[in-house]
């Protein structure tokens, strides 16, 4: 299965691309992962996108497509994969159905986590994730079982992402709401676009994704 998960910054595509991707053997694939592992070895690539990323723009087109190209030709996305925070502008749409043409793949399935502005800084500036396993968690929302200790390794060190400040936020929504959205319209076009209620809780939310997903 190929999935698209859309949605603006903090309306839960990591939390439940990481619980789809448990449940149906697919890959996670987050563009902005990628983009703060080449930001953290220093690589020329990371290097392009660093203040982009703080100021909370897009980087380019080119950059992001050629990173997603190299990753989906690995031997793990194979079993199928899903797209978390990719594609994020019409022209990265566009690239993907001609990068999967030529690779003899298609989607399967397009689905938008339909929320709130409002909430979303909220759920941006309580964000937090385990240093170890990568697993997701909220001040208030999604806290571990035991506080200081991650419920899936059993670490103790968290970190938090240096843009998810409320000023980077606004900056990040009013992107997401320019150059992003435009998207939902693209896939809608192709009769492929499928939304679920992103305000519902974490679990609801995954119900109603493996409802659509089978
Ligand atoms: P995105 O990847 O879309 O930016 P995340 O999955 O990282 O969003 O979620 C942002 C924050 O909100 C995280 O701290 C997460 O624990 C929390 N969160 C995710 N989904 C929900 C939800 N349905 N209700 C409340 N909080 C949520
Ligand atoms: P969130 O879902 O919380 O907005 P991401 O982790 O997906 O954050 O992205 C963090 C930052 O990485 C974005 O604000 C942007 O600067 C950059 N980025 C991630 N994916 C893309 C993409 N597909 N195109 C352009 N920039 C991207
Ligand atoms: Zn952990």
Do not use: W
Not at 125 to 146: L, N, S, V, W
Not at 174 to 200: C, F, R, W
Request: negative net charge; glycine residues 12%; contains cysteine.
């Amino acid at each position: 299965m190929k999935l698209v998960l859309l949605g603006p910054p903090g309306a839960g595509k990591g939390t439940q691309a990481k619980r789809l991707q448990d449940k149906y053997g697919l890959v996670q694939l987050s563009t902005g992962d990628m983009l703060r592992a080449e930001v953290a070895s220093g690589s020329d690539l990371g290097k392009e996108a660093k203040s982009v990323m703080e100021s909370g723009g897009l980087v380019s087109d080119e950059l992001v497509i050629g990173i997603i190209s190299d990753r989906v030709d690995q031997d793990d996305c194979k079993g199928g994969f899903i797209l978390d925070g990719f594609p994020r502008t019409v022209p990265q749409a566009e690239a993907l159905d001609t990068m999967l043409d030529d690779k003899d793949m298609n989607l399967d399935n397009v689905v938008e986590l339909k929320v709130n502005d409002d909430a979303m800084v909220e759920r941006i500036c309580g964000r937090f994730t385990c240093a170890d396993c990568g697993k997701g968690y909220h001040d208030k929302f999604e806290k571990p079982a035991k506080e200081g200790v991650c419920d899936k390794c059993g670490g103790t060190e968290f970190s938090r992402r240096a843009d998810d400040n409320e000023e980077t936020v606004r900056s990040r929504l009013e992107s997401y709401h320019k150059q992003t959205a435009p998207i939902s319209n693209y896939y809608a076009a192709k009769g492929m676009l499928k939304g679920v209620d992103g305000m519902a809780d974490i679990d609801d939310v995954t119900g109603q994704l493996t409802a659509i997903l089978g």
